[in-house]
């Protein structure tokens, strides 16, 4: 395997962490796990499948193996960690399956039968009642659309900081989908925080540059997806955020 340059690691840790939060459903549990993998990486280089050169694929498979090491449970809400993995890999990764089988150490063919189940089985994941924050009203009405075509309830959309705080103070949504810049509406992650001190909920960020958002640095989203974005996507995302990704035995 080749080691990759460390500028190509450092562009694609936005990507890891990302990922690495999704699938655990907390940003410090997913945060470790990436942290973890670095220092895995620089004590034990070389280790990775000849199959893998790309610096993100690298991080990917190294958080997915000591995830698996950690004791993810096999089954939750009748999806297995592995096919949990394969959809995040392909859909808010954006990794081709083909990509995807050697990052999980699976053959081909045994990805490709394991990711259509799991799609299959996404179209019965358990609905909820979704807070939608978004200033701009086309993206807003397609975010609306998608989210019910994904099975989910929408509760209300806000397009202002204050809007937001005063639809989830009525309707305590199960599931918040936000963007960030609200324009003269205020900053959607203010809105959250206060939201959340208030009621818990799941959130998802929507935004069309997460490396800026994803740091490790303070406080940050678990589940953030890119705009543009694909209908899967979202209902990966959802899927996630609503079941909580999955737990560790130990973290």
Avoid at 64 to 82: C, H, M, P, Q, Y
Avoid at 107 to 123: E, I, K, P, T, W
Avoid at 125 to 145: N, Y
Avoid at 205 to 218: C, I, K, M, N, Q
């Amino acid at each position: 395997m080749t080691t990759p340059r460390r500028e190509d690691v450092i562009r694609a840790l936005p990507y890891a962490l990302r990922y690495a939060r999704a699938l655990t459903g907390s940003q410090p549990t997913g945060d470790a796990l990436v942290a973890d993998c670095l220092r895995d990486m620089l004590a034990n280089p070389g280790d990775a499948p000849d199959g893998i050169t790309d610096a993100r694929h690298l991080l990917y498979w190294g958080v997915t193996r000591l995830f698996d090491a950690k004791g993810a449970a096999e089954d939750v809400d009748g999806l297995s960690a592995k096919q949990r993995q394969l959809l995040l890999l392909t859909s808010l990764e954006d990794v081709s399956a083909e990509d995807t089988a050697p990052i999980l150490g699976m053959a081909s063919h045994l990805a490709m039968d394991r990711l259509a189940d799991a799609r299959d089985r996404l179209r019965a994941s358990a609905a909820t009642d979704v807070l939608i924050i978004e200033d701009e009203p086309i993206i807003a009405m397609d975010l609306e659309e998608l989210v019910q075509g994904c099975g989910h309830r929408v509760v209300g959309v806000a397009t202002t900081e204050d809007e937001a705080i005063e639809i989830a103070k009525r309707t305590r949504p199960g599931l918040i989908l936000a963007d960030i810049n609200l324009g003269l509406g205020g900053d959607g992650t203010n809105a959250v925080s206060k939201i959340l001190q208030i009621h818990y909920a799941p959130v998802i960020f929507v935004t069309a540059y997460p490396e800026r958002l994803l740091t490790g640095d303070a406080i940050e989203p678990a589940f953030v997806i890119t705009k543009p974005f694909e209908p899967l996507t979202l209902a990966i995302a959802t899927y996630q955020a609503v079941t909580g990704g999955v737990l560790l035995d130990r973290v």
